[in-house]
């Protein structure tokens, strides 16, 4: 299914919240610059768009569902990143993290996106690769949830 972009311009109550991790900033300044621009690029305008940031993915799960509540609100996509480290630290947060997003948008009724890197190494170029010019996860974080949002419209 393709988005069109004049589609989204009549239905102006269709608002989408975004939820960055200020945490490795900079794989997660490049998803949210993807997303806002491919926002753009589907016909949704800035002044329909909730940023809110976060100190770290671990944040992302509670700060989605209160965004999910609002009624105003009809998706929410949370963009972070998670690098592997020394400690288990990783696991803990990257699992917490999926199982929260999931809850809450079982929870919500509504699309809450989940885009959140968990990469072994910076040195590997995972989530850079996947937050990059060419493959990036903000943008099609933006396509998944205005298709979603029309999906559940529909049924």
């Known amino acids: ?59 992302i799960p509670v700060t989605a569902l209160k965004l999910s509540q609002k009624k ?29 997003i999931m809850v809450v948008s079982l929870r919500s009724g509504k699309p809450i996106i989940f885009e959140i890197l968990a990469a072994d190494t910076i040195q590997l170029c995972q989530a850079r690769a996947r937050s990059g010019d060419r493959d990036n996860k903000g943008a099609s974080a933006a396509r998944v949830a205005v298709e979603m949002v029309e999906t559940l419209r529909s049924l």
Not at 80 to 86: K, L
């Open 1 to 59: 299914m393709n988005v069109k972009k004049s589609g989204l311009k009549k239905r102006s109550s269709v608002r989408f919240a975004v939820v960055v991790s200020q945490f490795n900033s900079n794989i997660t300044k490049s998803l949210w610059q993807a997303c806002l621009a491919e926002f753009h690029r589907l016909g949704v305008a800035e002044s329909d768009i909730q940023v809110v940031s976060v100190p770290g993915a671990f944040e």
């Open 72 to 100: 105003n609100i009809q998706a929410v996509i949370c963009l972070g990143a998670v690098i592997r480290g020394q400690t288990l630290h990783y696991e803990l947060v990257a699992q917490e993290v999926a199982h929260g």
